[in-house]
């Protein structure tokens, strides 16, 4: 079955960085899009950025120039590098391909 786990979030300063994780299984990994999402309190999801299989990016307006999506095929293996988080950076992050999703993890920026 499919399974995106992801991990790397936690408590960081305004201006910190941290790099999330995503390892899939039960899918052909290297010759399919994954996308990062990302809920805050009491807003809906959004996306942050997503990466074809041959590495072509999108990102949100919010993010460019601080978030970097990258993949390891190798690895079965998506990331996101953010760096200068901003408060309103705080939210739960998910790991997403087709319809499926992760189980998120917490990115909390402190002030």
């Known amino acids: 079955q499919v399974q995106l786990v992801e991990s790397g979030g936690g408590l960081v300063q305004v201006g910190g960085s941290l790099r999330l994780s995503c390892a899939a299984s039960g899918i052909v990994f290297s010759i399919t899009a994954m996308g990062w999402y990302r809920q805050a309190p009491g807003k809906q999801r959004e996306l942050v950025a997503n990466?074809?299989?041959?590495?072509?990016?999108n990102y949100a307006d919010s993010v460019k120039g601080r978030f970097t999506i990258s993949r390891d095929n190798a690895k079965n293996t998506v990331y996101l590098q953010m760096n200068s988080l901003k408060p309103e950076d705080t939210a739960v992050y998910y790991c997403v391909w087709s319809h499926y999703w992760g189980q998120g993890t917490q990115v909390t920026v402190s002030s």
């Open positions: 990466i074809t299989s041959g590495g072509s990016t």
